[in-house]
């Protein structure tokens, strides 16, 4: 014998010893020393032993040593015989669970015989009684027949007559889920492609005892079944044949009078899903107690949250009765209006609610129902609304009309219909309705909010009121809408002329709008412009009217800021255009209709950005929208449009040149590259700088880059330079740097940005002055040029900008520089598009700075800049690749003791990518940086301990608890533990919550 | 074991919030104390687990925000619970898990009292002797078969 398998048949079931001979096994097989057919003549004895255990573990051996080896191993005969060994050793309860392992994989991995496929099913139906066997086993047991569902439909077409009746019957009781679904996903399968039809009565006895399903999924879900994947299976099973029919109507409607919520959903739910397909017969049949019930749950028992189901079901019920044609129809509405149309007869019966809400929902979507009950009822109906009623009465029926109003406007009823005689009638009632002054009529509100609603739906019945009854009720919402205190009115008024939009979109226009635009001029001391401007957005995308809007809000704008309103009010409304272009772009065939606004746009707010800068002056502090703005512009104008623009721009900025189009003060002169600038200055840099990033290489190359020569760039170096202002200083760079990035020929642009940088900028370096930040700003930017282009100087120059933290001045300049040269946030994410880092060179320079900031950090002694510069690198550096971590991690821990929040901050975020990505690294440290973070979690009396420092050091605490194996944290599990009891006390909320989350996740630390 | 209250009503409960994904800036300055409330411990304990239900005690009604009491500055807390039906064997076992919850997530200056409401259990009078006696708290948790039941409940669900 084999003397794996020998080990194998002696050791116990899931020991070492059987899992290594059976590896070794798999592995002979693979490597051809030894074959399937050596290892079944080898176990020829073991596997028809008398002695069950013996027996069972050498099917299991042959099974997993077959279903573990290579395929090519395995010939289609080998598998054709393992099956049929598989298939008899069925009735084998001892060896059950490997013979279906062997049948699943060998279904699942070889092409078998058709003759031994047909078998399959046949064995299995006859040997196996499935609620007999555990969970497992039942579980391979629906695999297999899934599988051959699947793969094998036409040999169980062969045998259907025995497949289908055996399965039934086979597969009942099952109460698995998982298996369950299988049941229906098969039976499905059943009734659409095989012949059901002999077994009808059992596949749905099979499939109905499951109905109403429920099922609670287990915590985490990891069967990853839910509950409505079991009744959507379940609802599609049960009307997948006609003649289901017969048996389930009634069954359903009996269940619709059941105790529980869910089974009337559920039940409501099939009975109409089946509509189309169960036969009409078993509907009709079951008329009268389909309608009894719904009349009485609709009435009485269904409940709030089951009202509106039910209310739906009766508008689906009128379709499926019309499919036997209007007779059916006249009976199911018959039995379904007569009792209400009598209870509302009797006006204030306590049922009157529901028969208004069962009668409009039985006419709703059959036109043929809703113009019979119309002619019954609308008569007797006008009438009593002429009459004096009471105001509960009156309120009441005046819903009704509306309501039957609205169904007759979703019918497009014409003009000869009846409704139309009473035109007048129903014009001055529901005018009436409002003007009610009865300070005590609790009904009030609910009379205007009808009143409201019937103008509405008479308004959209065509040809119904004149235009100039429509431009009353018009007026009326916009009253409403600009001057009412209550919210729900206010919108519900919005909602009518968005409604009346589409018919009467001149009017809204040139009514609405204009209201608006002038109720936004107002001063408005509330925040009521946020409601007039979500009003207006509205208004504006549904009646197509983007043009005469944006134009109308920069206009109102400009207006503001003259008035000096508030800076919420005025980025609200650059907000309020940008919302509107948004949900334009959004809208089928309305893109033309926004890019034909932007012309508009960009002469407005570039007259007024010149404008102002002229003047320098400083109102303008809210113009981050208009930069956002102009982005949306460029995706969705041509080719031609973005030139175009982009000439216009360079033309402003290059030339000096303004359009003639632009209204502008000529006395003083533009200059667009005002040292001095203020902020519409700084919006136009933005802009160019937007435009630059966004247009493509070919129009770059054409325009720009031709206009932005080289004197035109000396300029600009001199005049970032020589400024004292930062933010200026900082764009010009980043358009500097775009420009760079973007210019074709490398070899010119590199050459000067060496000689900017070591003859303009070294001679402001290396000089006494107090004030460096603009040159080391524009430094950073030139080097980050050649930090993407790999330029071999730029090592020497970013040690250059290292080395300036010696000095004490400059040190958080430099920095700043790293940041602009390392960090990706800097600039816009299409300006990360335009280029590709090369990776090694990178890791070079970035290891190169690191050695030599730790050198200097060594060698000086003001140090903590070096430290904050240290942390920023790793942080924005991939940990993975920096080689001196040596020499880094005691600095970096070191600098865990440092009282600076700004040092201590960063150093934490290092530690908690070090970490997240290196953990192992840091084991010999643990305990130390533990204490130290514990430390840095406690407030009180450590000001520097900030609220950044404490949150960050509970973060990393957390994540060293999921990092590291429990034996490395359980030493120091309770010091962690005692010592957090200071931040579950911390004066910040958050802090607190941090700290109790931390604190769980170490309490489940355990041996 | 036989669930005792098979088809306990669940209630609609607040949405469960991530502490690691909540947005708040901590570049924040202010250090003035925001003092422990009843929301906030509220907060810690509606999600413990019902050792019978995969439901929590919030979903349950088992406890209230209004039945939380805290007096930051008086170092006190007390929580009353309300135990799904009047012989419910597990109020003892909700009121320690409830403990435990309190004991890990509060600082150790406050006195904590667990209490059974008044007359919602047939012995609430034992229950409440039992829930505040500290060493028959102590003893309870050095049960390490207890303690696992109790860690069970306290394990927070995604």
Redesign the interface.
């Known amino acids: 014998m084999i003397p794996e398998i020998q080990t194998f048949i002696e050791s116990k079931n899931n020991t070492k010893e059987s899992f290594d001979s059976l590896n070794q096994l798999i592995q002979s097989v693979n490597n051809r020393d030894v074959s399937i057919l050596m290892i079944v003549e080898d176990l020829s004895e073991t596997l028809i032993s008398t002695d069950p255990k013996i027996r069972a573990k050498g099917i299991e051996l042959l099974i997993r040593v077959f279903c573990n080896c290579k395929k090519e191993t395995i010939t289609p005969k080998m598998a054709s015989v393992i099956l049929k060994f598989c298939l008899e050793r069925l009735n084998d309860l001892h060896s059950l669970q490997s013979s279906l392992d062997g049948i699943l994989y060998i279904l699942q991995n070889f092409e078998i015989n058709h003759e031994i496929i047909k078998e399959t099913p046949k064995i299995m139906i006859d040997e196996l009684i499935i609620p007999g066997y555990q969970q497992t086993v039942r579980q391979i047991i629906f695999k297999i027949y899934e599988l051959l569902a699947d793969k094998y439909l036409e040999d169980l077409r062969s045998i259907e007559d025995i497949f289908v009746p055996g399965f039934v019957q086979a597969v009942e009781s099952e109460k698995d889920p998982r298996n369950i679904m299988v049941i229906f996903k098969i039976i499905k399968i059943i009734v659409d492609e095989l012949n059901y039809k002999p077994y009808v009565e059992d596949i749905f006895e099979l499939i109905f005892c499951y109905f109403p399903i429920t099922f609670k999924a287990p915590p985490g879900n990891v069967i990853k079944i839910t509950s409505e994947d079991l009744k959507d299976a379940l609802k599609k099973c049960l009307i997948s044949a006609p003649e289901f029919s017969k048996f389930a109507i009634p069954q359903l409607i009996e269940k619709l009078t059941s105790r529980l919520d869910n089974t009337k959903r559920d039940s409501l739910d099939v009975l109409i899903a089946g509509g189309n397909i169960y036969n009409f017969e078993d509907y009709a049949d079951n008329l009268n107690s389909l309608t009894e019930i719904l009349r009485d749950e609709a009435f009485d028992n269904a409940g709030e949250s089951l009202e509106q189901d039910f209310i739906n079901a009766i508008t689906s019920f009128t379709n499926i009765y019309s499919r036997g044609g209007n007779e059916w129809v006249d009976k199911y509405i018959d039995e379904m209006t007569t009792k209400p149309i009598s209870h509302i007869k009797d006006f204030g019966h306590p049922r009157g609610k529901f028969s208004r809400n069962i009668i409009c929902a039985v006419i709703k979507e059959n036109e043929y129902a809703f113009t019979k009950i119309i002619n019954k009822i609308f008569p007797e109906l006008m009438e009593k609304i002429k009459q004096p009623n009471p105001p509960s009465v009156q309120s009441f029926l005046m819903e009704y009309v509306r309501n039957i109003l609205t169904i007759a406007n979703l019918h497009n009823i014409k003009e000869d219909h009846m409704i139309y005689q009473y035109k007048d009638t129903l014009i001055t009632s529901f005018y009436k309705l409002k003007e009610n002054d009865d300070e005590e009529n609790e009904f009030k509100k609910d009379m205007e909010i009808t009143s409201i609603g019937g103008l509405y739906e008479l308004a959209n019945l065509k040809g119904f009121l004149t235009n100039e009854q429509i431009k009353e009720i018009i007026d009326e919402y916009n009253n409403k809408l600009l001057l009412d205190s209550r919210e729900d009115i206010r919108k519900l008024c919005l909602k009518s002329l968005i409604g009346l939009s589409s018919t009467n979109s001149d009017l809204i226009t040139s009514i609405t709008l204009p209201l608006l635009y002038d109720r936004l001029k107002e001063d408005m001391v509330d925040s009521h412009y946020e409601w007039i401007l979500q009003s207006t957005e509205d208004i504006t995308v549904e009646c197509k009217f983007y043009e005469d809007t944006i134009s109308k809000l920069i206009d109102i704008y400009e207006r503001g800021i003259e008035e000096k309103k508030s800076n919420e009010y005025l980025s609200r409304l650059l907000e309020s255009i940008k919302n509107i272009i948004e949900r334009g772009i959004q809208i089928d065939n309305d893109q033309e209709l926004i890019v034909n606004c932007f012309p508009i746009f960009k002469d407005n707010i570039l007259r007024i950005l010149i404008n102002y800068s002229k003047q320098q002056r400083e109102e303008l502090s809210t113009i981050n929208y208009i930069s956002i703005i102009f982005q949306i512009f460029m995706n969705i104008l041509d080719e031609n449009q973005i030139k175009k623009f982009n000439e216009e721009i360079l033309k402003i900025f290059i030339d000096k040149k303004l359009p003639n189009i632009m209204d502008i003060d000529n006395t003083t002169e533009f200059d667009p590259l005002n040292e001095n600038s203020p902020k519409s200055q700084t919006c136009l840099i933005d802009i160019l700088i937007t435009v630059t990033t966004n247009i493509s290489q070919k129009i770059f190359d054409s325009t720009t880059s031709k206009k932005i020569n080289e004197k035109y760039l000396n300029k600009l170096v001199k005049s970032v330079i020589n400024t004292l202002n930062s933010y200026f200083s900082n764009l010009a760079s980043k358009l500097i740097f775009i420009y760079c990035i973007r210019f074709n020929n490398e070899k010119k642009i590199q050459k000067n940005i060496k000689n900017w940088i070591e003859k303009d900028i070294y001679s402001i370096i290396n000089s006494n002055m107090v004030f460096k930040e603009t040159a080391i700003i524009l430094f950073s930017w030139l080097c980050k040029v050649l930090y993407i282009k790999a330029n071999e100087n730029v090592t020497k120059y970013i040690m250059k900008l290292v080395n300036i933290i010696h000095d004490k001045n400059h040190a958080s300049s430099c920095v700043n520089g790293l940041k602009i040269i390392f960090d990706k946030d800097v600039i816009s994410e299409d300006s990360n598009k335009l280029y590709t880092v090369d990776k090694e060179f990178e890791e070079n320079l970035i290891n190169t700075l690191i050695e030599e900031i730790i050198t200097i950090y060594k060698n000086s002694e003001n140090n903590i800049y070096c430290i904050i510069a240290l942390g920023l690198l790793l942080k924005l550096s991939d940990i993975r690749t920096v080689s001196n971590k040596d020499e880094i991690k005691p600095i970096m821990l070191y600098s865990l003791t440092l009282p600076n929040s700004e040092v201590l901050s960063s150093s934490i975020e290092f530690f908690s990518i070090y970490v997240s990505t290196l953990p192992s690294e840091l084991k010999d440290d643990l305990i130390t940086l533990i204490k130290y973070l514990i430390s840095l979690t406690k407030a009180k009396n450590n000001p520097h301990n900030t609220i950044k420092v404490r949150v960050l050091s509970l973060k990393l605490l957390d994540i060293i608890s999921k990092s590291y194996e429990s034996y490395e944290l359980l030493p120091i599990k309770q010091t962690v533990l005692n010592e957090l009891d200071n931040a579950l006390d911390d004066n910040k909320k958050y802090v607190r919550k941090m700290a109790v989350h931390c604190r769980n996740q170490w309490f489940t630390i355990i041996n | 074991m036989t669930v005792l209250n098979a088809n306990p009503v669940v209630y609609e409960v607040a949405e469960k919030i991530d502490?690691?994904k909540?947005k708040?800036d901590?570049?924040?300055?202010d250090?003035?104390?925001?003092p422990?409330d009843n929301e906030?411990v509220f907060?810690?304990i509606r999600t413990i687990?019902d050792p019978e239900h995969?439901l929590t005690l919030e979903q349950l009604n088992v406890i209230r925000l209004e039945s939380v009491h805290v007096e930051d500055s008086n170092n006190y807390v007390s929580v009353t619970f309300f135990p799904t039906i009047p012989h419910c064997s597990m109020a003892t076992l909700i009121g320690l898990c409830i403990r435990v919850r309190l004991l890990?997530?509060?600082?150790?200056?406050f006195k904590i009292d667990i209490f059974v409401a008044e007359g919602t259990h047939q012995s609430d009078a034992a229950v409440n002797k039992q829930l505040n006696d500290k060493e028959r708290v102590a003893a309870a948790l050095e049960n390490s078969h207890l303690l696992k039941v109790v860690?069970q409940c306290?394990?927070?669900?995604?």
Request: aromatic share 4%.
């Open positions: 502490i690691t909540v708040y901590i570049n924040e300055q250090e003035t104390r925001e422990i906030e907060d810690l687990n995969p890990r997530s509060l600082p150790s200056r860690n306290l394990i927070e669900k995604e």
